[in-house]
């Protein structure tokens, strides 16, 4: 009886501690799943950008026999690059990272001798990239 008299009394104050609480559950959530976001956009944008880069060095070394614009090395660094950044992106991002770097690794060599190998390079980025603008579509 005396509990239920106290219950009663302080309704008021366990109703706003309720509120209080359950406000603070949900505004720490939302600001995780905010940096959760702004981290795989981040990411996302970086591969974008280092995508473009790949395309070029791979474009230079296929078609002007560049060595120094199209030095398979900077493929390398790229590819290794695109892979890292892969890992912070949820879905099929990373797997198409991963075939991009076996691809990669199949083709390099045939760069500026085989129309095969400048193809098979292209397809892996443009569904490593379509698979990253899906991703990066989907976010709240």
């Known amino acids: 009886m005396r509990l239920a008299r106290q219950i009663k009394r302080n309704q008021l104050a366990i109703i706003s501690l ?6 603070l559950g949900y ?5 995780e799943l905010t940096e959760a976001n702004r981290t795989v956009r981040q990411a996302g944008f970086n591969m974008l950008v280092h995508m473009g880069e790949l395309q070029r060095i791979t474009y230079l070394a296929h078609y002007d026999s560049d060595k120094d614009g199209g030095n398979p090395r900077k493929g390398w660094a790229e590819v290794l690059l695109l892979k890292d950044l892969a890992t912070l992106i949820p879905g099929d991002v990373h797997t198409s990272a991963n075939e991009l770097l076996q691809v990669w690794e199949q083709n390099w060599v045939r760069l500026g001798s085989e129309e095969a190998a400048v193809t098979s390079i292209d397809d892996a980025l443009d569904k490593l990239r379509d698979d990253l603008l899906l991703t990066l579509a989907e976010l709240d």
Do not use: G
Request: proline fraction near 0%; glycine fraction near 0%.
């Open 27 to 31: 505004n720490t959530w939302r600001n």
């Open 18 to 23: 309720i509120v209080a609480l359950t406000a």
